[in-house]
Structures are given as C-alpha cells and as structure tokens.
C-alpha cells in the first residue's frame, strides 16, 4: 500500500512540482489549496504525512496546524518562504514536526519526509537506539548509555534530554517543547537551561563535542538527534 502525501500549496508551480516528483517516487498525492481544503481531506483521506504551506489564502498555517493536532498525530512538515525564526518556532511549538524553507532542494525536502515518517512508525520493540559507527549506544528501557563499549553516568536531567531526543531520531525537537517535556510548562522559555545540558551531553557523548555529530542545534528552532 503506497504512501499518501498531503500537499497543501496555493501557489500553482510549487504545487505541480511537488506532485510530479512524489508520484515518480511512488507516493500516493492530494493536493489542498486552502487551509479548509486541508482539514477536509485530512479528516476524510487520513494521509500519512502533511507538508503544509504557512501563506494560505484562508487561513494562516498555524491555524492549521491547530485544528489538525485536535485529532491528530500525522506527521507535518511546513514548507514556508517565512525565514524568521519567530514563524518556524511558532510552527514547531503548535505542532509541527519539521520546517523546511523555500526555496528548497528536493532531496533535502524527500529526506525530512523519509525521516518523519520512520518516526510515525516506530518499531515497538526498539528499546535501543545505536548510532550509524556503532560508537554510542542508548538503551532506553534501562536508561543506559554506553560510549565504546563503555558505561556513561548522566544526572537525571541530562538523561530526561537524551531519552527525549533518542526517542525521536531525526526529528527536529523545538525548543519550547523540550524544555515544557524536562522541566515543565513554567519553564518553556528557559533557552539557557537546555544550552548547559546540551552542552554537557555533548561533552560525555560527542567524539568532537565542539563539532557534534549527534546531536545537532538548528539555530533558533531546536535540536535534532541524527544517529
């Protein structure tokens, strides 16, 4: 059964290109126009990830975003010409899985869309995740991290990041929304809280901590763990 992709994209190019290139790559597509057309064939077609445009005639994409994360969990990637780091945190914090700017690169654009929906599918068994080299190791069950083989201690708030982050590979984590999960609701502001544990994460468990592989920052968004 084919994968099916939500395009919600008023301009008419951006549109056809989308289309054209997800149905060589064998993805079932729809295509909405307008923010209603989206909920609508949201509720009605259930696909299995949304890129979503912010600059829709009707409504704004945040609004969207909303009324889909009211019933839903499918994965939204907001595609969007906004640059400032205000549009793509609010984006994340209402819900959004990933944000990529326009213009883009298709791979890119077909790697996040890859990427999200691995994360929608979970294996239910994966208790652990490992990287790519084989160098670190995350248990998730036993909460324990080995670097080469070797066990790693982590306070309970640096475990809490790292559990949030490996749980959810390669999805972009906004700001707001891990520092609410670790440390609660009154602390969704506290930027520099998540500065000192990131750094002190990367500090244990990057082989180059000032050049991370693991654990990326998107400036101004959040981080993202790239096993």
Known sequence: MSTTVLIVEDDPQIARALLVNLRARGYRTLHAATGLQCLQLAADAHPDVILLDLGLPDLEGGDVIDGIRGWSTVPIIVVSA???????????????????????????????????????????GQAVVETTDGRLRIDLSSHSVTVQGEAVRLTRLEWRVLEVLASNPHRLIGRSELLTTVWGPEYGEEANYLRVYMSQLRTKLEPEPSNPRYFLTELGMGYRFTP
């Open 82 to 124: 906004r640059h400032d780091s205000h549009s793509k945190v609010d984006a994340l914090d209402r819900g959004a899985d990933d944000f990529v700017t326009k213009p883009f690169a298709m791979d890119e654009l077909l790697a996040r869309l890859r990427a999200a929906l691995r994360r929608a599918l979970p294996d239910p």
